[in-house]
Each structure stands twice: as C-alpha cells, then as structure tokens.
C-alpha cells in the first residue's frame, strides 16, 4: 500500500531554515519522481520542487535558490530544505507522487516577521 508519510516543518524565524520529510512506503523513492508542492488557505496548490526517478531537479521560481530537493534511498525518504524562510513562504507543504496519485497529509510551515 502507497503511504507518504510527513514530518519536520513548524515555526521558523525570517531568514531560518526547516527540512521536510516525506517517508514513503509501498514504492522506492529512487524508482518514481516526486514533488513537493505548496498551498495557501482557499488557493490551489502549486509546485515547489520536483525530482525525476533519474535525479533531475526543477524548481519553481517563487522559491528557486532557496529550497532543495533530495531523496535518501536507505531511508526511503524525500526532503525538501528550505533555506531564507520568509513571512511569504507560510503554506501547508505537501509532498506528492504522480504516478501512484497520493498526497502525503500535509504540514505547515510558519514564518515569523
């Protein structure tokens, strides 16, 4: 059965950091691409990050230089860290695989002025 699983996000500071994990069970991380993505209350959900199953990276403009997208195989495990946080970067972040169609549950993420 396909689960994602989240866990970090919470409270940060402008310009702090926070790392999201999105632990995976039913797929290998390395087999499928994966996204991270961002919603704000009654908007829609838009991309932050994505990696291929090949690795390949692409990153959204809002938040390109500032977030990174990474997979740990042995943890089976997607991330995203994010780096020179922003009141603006307030969202519930979730994390999503394309091809089996599920969401991980969601986390916030508050940015303090």
């Known amino acids: 059965q396909v689960q994602l699983v989240q866990s970090g996000g919470g409270l940060a500071q402008t310009g702090g950091s926070l790392t999201l994990a999105c632990a995976i069970s039913?797929?290998?991380?390395?087999?499928?691409?994966m996204g991270w993505y961002r919603q704000a209350p009654g908007k829609e959900r838009n991309l932050v990050a994505w990696?291929?199953?090949?690795?390949?990276?692409t990153y959204s403009d809002v938040m390109k230089g500032r977030v990174t997208i990474s997979r740990d195989a042995t943890k089976n495990t997607v991330y995203l860290q994010m780096a020179n946080l922003g009141p603006e970067d307030t969202d519930v972040y979730y994390c999503?695989?394309?091809?089996?169609?599920?969401w991980g549950q969601g986390t916030q993420v508050t940015v303090s002025a």
């Open positions: 999503w695989t394309s091809t089996f169609g599920r």
């Open positions: 039913g797929f290998s991380v390395t087999a499928y691409p």
């Open positions: 990696i291929s199953a090949a690795g390949n990276r």
